[in-house]
């Protein structure tokens, strides 16, 4: 194994990696590691047209109790031919230990700030927001509840469905589902 590098991190360091072990806590979880993309996502919600997308997601850790969510979207035509970008987001999901109990904290480059809670049964997990942030410029309607489950249908194909609440539609109504093939 190479050295760990010394003072401050350069670019040559850029390909340092090292990979720490799984915390004990994220065992759970483990089943969502790695890089997944969709190719055929829906989209639609009473207020907007249907669209099809793209979205590539990763789940990543460093050792800690959490993970690292990377997600990248793509809005695209029918045919797949725009390739314009519709979204991203970062986050960290976090188990509480001992415990089937996570929590969901992201980021949505759009303005969106969303703090969800949930549990992971076997190879599922269900979410549900307690808290939206939005920035104050944000457009209307704004988002004032979202629903995600993440599901494993099989070792190398992971789904995602999202519901959403604004306050101009409640309760909350189908928005997004994808299904992803692990690339990585």
Not at 59 to 67: A, E, R
Request: net charge neutral; aromatic share 8%.
């Amino acid at each position: 194994m190479a050295a760990l590098p010394t003072g401050p991190l350069t670019a040559a360091d850029a390909s340092y990696k090292l990979a720490p072990p799984l915390h004990d806590a994220l065992k759970p979880l483990a089943w969502l590691l790695g890089t997944w993309r969709g190719e055929e996502g829906k989209g639609d919600y009473p207020t907007i047209k249907d669209f099809k997308y793209k979205e590539e997601v990763k789940f990543d850790h460093v050792g800690q109790p959490n993970l690292h969510l990377h997600n990248n979207s793509q809005f695209c035509s029918s045919h797949y031919e725009t390739g314009k970008p519709l979204h991203r987001e970062k986050g960290f999901l976090k188990i509480q230990p001992g415990t089937s109990h996570l929590a969901l904290v992201n980021t949505q480059n759009v303005g969106i700030v969303e703090l969800s809670e949930g549990e992971v049964k076997g190879q599922e997990i269900m979410l549900e927001s307690h808290t939206i942030g939005r920035m104050t410029f944000g457009k209307d309607p704004a988002v004032t509840k979202i629903q995600r489950t993440f599901r494993l249908v099989d070792a190398d194909t992971l789904e995602q469905v999202v519901h959403m609440e604004t306050s101009a539609t409640a309760p909350a109504q189908h928005h997004l589902s994808i299904q992803y093939k692990k690339v990585a």
